[in-house]
Every structure is written in C-alpha cells, then in structure tokens.
C-alpha cells in the first residue's frame, strides 16, 4: 500500500515544478561548496544582525565577492538579517541593508516588523522573506505578510503535513520548508531561555543551546535532527517553493555532502535510498534523523550528538578537492538591474506616549484571581474562559491551519460570556482577533523590541513589550506599552512534549512546566519582581502586567498588595534592569 501510494505522488510531481533548494553558506569555503553541489540559491549572514552570530560570516568586501560568484553560477543570494534590533541599532542595521541592496543581494530573511517596515519604506523592490524566527504557522500568518510586502514565508519547523499543505493552498506568497538539519525544541522565535537563564540572546544570534542541556539528569529537550529526505515527492507535489537546508555553522564539507544529495532527490524527483540515507547521517547527525512533526508523530525525537555520530562523521570527511560538480547543466548567470545606491532614512517617530495603561495580568489558574484585584484586564487562557471574573483572553500561542475553526468558536463563545479583551502573540492570530470585534492587545510573544515595530502594530490597544528588553529601551519606544513586571516568563513554547512538570538544571534550579493551548511552556526558574523598584518604572511610561501561573490566591493578593505599597521581597528573583 505504502508503495502504491509513493508511486502515486511521484506521478503526480513528475508534471509539479521543483522548489528551490536553498543551501547554508556560513563562509566563504561553505559557498563554493554549496556552489558545486548544485544549490539554487544560498542564504548567509553578514558580520552583523545574523540569527548564527558565531558563524564565520562574511564582511561587506566578502559578501559583494560571494555575491558576484553566485551570481555567475546563476545562483541567487539571501542575507540574513534575522535577529530583533533596538532603536539604537537601527541605524547600523539599515546601513548594512543599503550595502546589500547596492551589492545586488536577492533577497533579504528578517524577523524584525520594525527593520521589515523602514526596508519597505526604502528600497520597496528589495525582496522580504518573513525568517522562521517570525513562527509563521499559517495562511492568516501569510496573508498579513503579503499586505505588509514580504513575497516569501519561512514556515514554522512544527507544522505537520496536513497543516503545511493547508497552508501553501491558502497562501497568497510563496512558503518555505525546512528540510534538514538542527531542529529548536521551542517554537522559533519563541525561545528565552538563553537569553534570561544565561544573558545570550537567541533572538540576537548568541544562543547557548541550553535544550542541549540535561535536566532531571536527561536531556529531554534535545531533539534529533530533521531530515525530509524521504518526502521529497510529497513536498514537491504540495507546492513548496523553497526547500532550505540548515547550516551556516557546519563545515564546508558537510554542505557538499547534504545539499548533493538532495539536489539529486530534486531532480530525480524521488525519496532517499538507504546509503543516502547513511551518507547524510555521517555527514552530521544526532543519534540519527526525524520527521517527527511532519508525520504528527513526536515520540522519538530526542537526540543527542554522540561519540559515534563524531566518529562516523570524522572517518567520512573528505576534502573540498575531491567535490565535484553535480548539477548536470550549469545555470545562466543572473544580472540584476542596476540599483541605485542610497542612504537610508529613518523617519521621525511620534513624541513618547504620556498615557500609562492600567495594571493587568494573566492568570493561567482560574481559582486564583482575586475578587478585589483592582486590575484594568484580567487574561485567561482562552480554554480556561469562564467568564466569572477575568473580562480578557489569551489565544492559544500556536494556531494552525488546521486548529483555526475550533479557536474560533472559542473566541465566539468567550465573548457571549463577557470577554471585553484579547490578547494576540502572532501576526498568525491578528485577523482573528479583529474578527471577533474584542478589544486587541499586543502580547510579548510579538518580540517587540523598537519604535518602528511598535507602529507596525499602532491600531491595537497597547504592547507588552519583549521581555528580553532593558528599561532604558523601554523608555525609548513612543507607545502606549508595558512590560511583566512580575511572574515567571515563559521561556519555551513546545509543540513535543518534555514529559515532566519540572525540568531540575545542574545548578538544580527548577522551572516549572505548564500547558496554554494544547502546548507546554517551560516557565523561569525565578519570578521577575520589581515592587521596590517602581520609580524605575512609571517615569519611562511603562504599565504593569503580571504574570501568575503556580501562585495560590494568598500569594496572588500579597504579589499585587507588595505592588500597591512598594514592597522588597526576600525571595530570590529576577529584576530588569
């Protein structure tokens, strides 16, 4: 049956264009290699504002020189400026930008709706494409990036066949796939931890890798490798329009190996033999492959990079001299037109918004609200809804294709029940919530860490600002905003189950796991607290939102009460600085 069914979809993408398959180039050396080994096109970062900041990179002599060569392999050449940027970086950032565009590069991968907006404004013909960090995970996801001018999504790694196929159908732009290599265990994009736990923001490139980690003495947020080697037909016959391999942090070598393979997939329009297979696995791997979320099936995906797998991967390295070329014709050299150089504006920003917005929080444990808790907005996850005493709801942070209706009906069943409130995490999630004619309201999971993101999303009510920022930032960005001033901030949103309620680090800290939406949250280990510190706060224009999850209605009322009269606490925790 399995057979019959394979032979079916390899008819069928026999008449199907074939993606793009997009290669890593982390340096120079990487570049040449994905060059011979058939890539369609690169990605690569600069020296600045990269998602892989230890990467070699390349600086602007380098890139103008990989782009020259790819350009004369016919190969296209995407520069990653994917990491989120404060105010006071913009201007950097929009520098490197307008040497890219001048240089001729094809195409540039943001995740920041700020850095995406002032590119827009411009050079409005230097394509966007919306990077994986953005959690892109369905076609409402794809339409608002269509209006706000990006032509390519990169789709969240999380998304199952079904719901990846729903999504290419529905999309107005073209969508992305990653096809192998590192898989995140948290939502990309949606992952604090080493920023909070370890001061190295994965937002900005610096990730520590704390899902390598063991904790409860495993190592249960580690995950396999992906590979989809043995989907190609499917993916081909769904429409994807960009298969992209990861690793700007490997070898060269590795690069040859993995892209060669599946350039011949591609053109042979077939799945991965057995020592194709193998090949791929000493090329790099961790305990060997998964394709755990496209399949639906979570169970083993866990792995870790083992003696073996560097052994395996030490014994089948070879030199770059013995690469060969692959693609059976070459491709025509590519010739952008002439762009003008410029130098880019940044456009003056509204005056710092006088008007503090009133306390609220979230409480993901109904029972303990407090009826007195004087409190502007009161969230409740929006399965959690009764209707009793919170007026406001969080939508579930993922929502899928496939998950839409029944969140939907939901929010419409919130709402006969009193709902005044929403709150949106996702750009996913925002028609939705206009939909449902409730009060819209900027979460931090938006990653909002700028003044010209911040208009981007200037129609909703107000901004919980990125957890990730300093106050001075906060002060910086003209907005009517606020930031969690108490609670533990979820560092991890999962879509595999770590199977514990609490994962114990080394240093045995503990953080709590807890569940919103169907999915787990890996919360801090310690709560932020800044009740003694509320001079800091009220002066920059900054409103309080708090954050309850494992609190008991006691802890609940003393938390806002120490608030109310500017308590310390004895208690160990996280302030911001």
């Avoid at 190996?257 to 194709?276: G, N």
């Avoid at 503090?356 to 979230?362: G, L, N």
Wanted: aromatic share 6%; hydrophobic share 40%.
């Amino acid at each position: 049956m399995q057979e019959k069914m394979q032979e079916k979809i390899t008819k069928i993408s026999a008449d199907s264009p074939l993606p793009e398959l997009l290669a890593p180039a982390g340096s120079p050396e990487a570049l040449a290699a994905a060059l011979r080994a058939g890539a369609d096109a690169v990605y690569l970062g600069s020296t600045q504002f990269g998602a892989r900041a230890f990467a070699k990179n390349f600086d602007r002599p380098a890139l103008k020189q990989a782009v020259e060569d790819a350009h004369a392999a016919g190969v296209r050449v995407y520069l990653t400026v994917n990491t989120l940027i404060t105010d006071r970086m913009m201007r950097a950032a929009m520098d490197l930008v307008a040497y890219a565009y001048e240089v001729g590069v094809d195409a540039l991968i943001v995740a920041d709706w700020g850095l995406a907006k002032l590119c827009r404004e411009n050079s409005p013909d230097f394509p966007l494409h919306a990077s994986t960090q953005c959690s892109g995970h369905n076609a409402d996801a794809a339409r608002w990036l269509a209006d706000h001018g990006f032509s390519m999504m990169v789709a969240a790694r999380e998304l199952s066949a079904d719901n990846l196929r729903k999504l290419i159908k529905d999309s107005p732009i073209p969508i992305e796939v990653f096809v192998h290599g590192a898989l995140c265990v948290s939502a990309s994009g949606q992952c604090l931890f080493s920023s909070l736990v370890g001061g190295r923001s994965g937002n900005r490139g610096e990730c520590a890798q704390p899902c390598r980690m063991q904790y409860n003495n495993k190592t249960p947020l580690s995950l396999k490798d992906l590979s989809l080697a043995m989907h190609i037909p499917q993916l081909i016959e769904m429409g994807v329009a960009s298969l992209k391999i990861e690793g700007r942090m490997k070898s060269p070598d590795y690069v040859y190996r993995v892209v060669s393979i599946y350039r011949r997939l591609l053109d042979e329009r077939r799945t991965a033999t057995p020592s194709e297979m193998r090949a791929l696995e000493e090329a790099f791997s961790r305990q060997g492959f998964t394709d755990g979320y496209f399949v639906g099936n979570t169970a083993d995906m866990n792995g870790v990079r083992s003696e073996a797998d560097k052994s395996a991967t030490a014994k089948a390295a070879g030199g770059l001299k013995q690469h060969t070329q692959v693609r059976n014709e070459p491709l025509p050299p590519i010739v952008l037109p002439q762009r003008t150089p410029h130098a880019p504006t940044l456009p003056p920003l509204p005056k710092k918004a006088k008007e503090v917005i009133k306390p609220s929080a979230r409480f993901y444990k109904p029972d303990t609200i407090p009826a007195e808790h004087k409190l502007e907005v009161v969230y409740l996850p929006l399965e959690k809804f009764d209707g009793k005493v919170a007026n406001g709801v969080l939508l579930p942070p993922i929502i899928p294709d496939g998950e839409l209706e029944k969140v939907e009906k939901a929010l419409s069943r919130a709402k006969d029940a009193g709902a005044k409130h929403v709150m949106v995490g996702n750009v996913g999630q925002i028609a939705l919530a206009k939909r449902s004619g409730l009060t819209v309201h900027g979460d931090f999971r938006l990653n909002l860490q700028n003044s010209y993101a911040a208009e981007v999303f200037a129609d909703f009510a107000d901004l919980l600002l990125s957890p990730e920022l300093l106050l001075a930032q906060m002060r910086d960005i003209p907005a009517k905003k606020a930031a969690i001033v108490y609670g533990r901030v979820p560092l991890m949103l999962l879509e595999k189950s770590c199977g514990t309620t609490r994962l114990t680090d080394r240093m045995k800290k503990n953080f709590p796991v807890i569940t919103e939406g169907g999915r787990e949250l890996v919360l801090n280990s310690l709560p932020i607290y800044m009740a003694d510190k509320q001079d800091l706060l009220s002066p920059v224009g900054v409103g309080y939102h708090y954050v309850f999850t494992q609190e008991g209605p006691q802890e609940v009322k003393v938390t806002l009460s120490s608030y109310d009269r500017s308590l310390p606490t004895k208690k160990e925790v996280r302030r911001i600085k």
